[in-house]
């Protein structure tokens, strides 16, 4: 779709390709900064079976995301970009699927990075999860098939980390996933 124009309201804008040597596409290189504007991502990902992924997605600011369609995800905030600061759930189709994601940024830098997480990332994101005391996170990663008792790059489970930092509902909950006590 590079290169293709595409008109919204009044305007007519034209597709342009992003690349980057990392998970984050840095906005500001590409447009140079702008305040209170909006940005659009788009994507194919073709799929040879469905399949349910878990997404790892951050966003300076603001951040909707549409999957075949339908929003998957809606996030207004100011912030930094960031891997992974919201997980997102999403079901891939068999075949071609696209994703459009809007990026709105407030003021100065912007960017964002869409990524499906790998195994390591999920048990990072349990472990530093647990850290927090996230019962939300820890549901959500433990129901996407991450087991209680994974480690983090340094050695860390789940219990240990909720352990240490005092969260004793964290505690419980991974005890009742199946965490070794």
Not at 52 to 77: A, C, P
Not at 91 to 116: H, I, M, S, Y
């Amino acid at each position: 779709t590079e290169g293709k124009n595409i008109k919204a309201g009044d305007s007519e804008h034209r597709w342009k390709s992003a690349e980057s040597k990392d998970d984050i596409i840095d906005l500001t290189t590409h447009f140079g900064r702008k305040e209170f504007a909006v940005a659009y991502a788009y994507a194919e990902i073709e799929m040879p079976e469905s399949t349910s992924v878990l997404m790892g997605i951050g966003s300076d600011d603001g951040v909707k995301i549409w999957l075949n369609g339908t929003v998957v995800h809606d996030n207004w905030v100011g912030r930094p970009v960031e891997k992974d600061s919201d997980l997102v759930q999403m079901e891939l189709l068999k075949g071609t699927n696209r994703l459009l994601l809007k990026v709105q940024n407030g003021r100065a830098d912007w960017g964002f990075v869409c990524r499906r997480l790998a195994p390591q990332n999920l048990a990072d994101k349990l472990v530093a999860a647990s850290a927090s005391g996230d019962l939300e996170k820890i549901k959500l990663l433990l129901t996407r098939g991450v087991s209680a008792n994974t480690t983090n790059k340094y050695g860390f489970t789940p219990l240990n980390a909720a352990r240490t930092h005092g969260y004793s509902n964290a505690v419980e909950l991974l005890l009742t996933k199946g965490a070794d006590p």
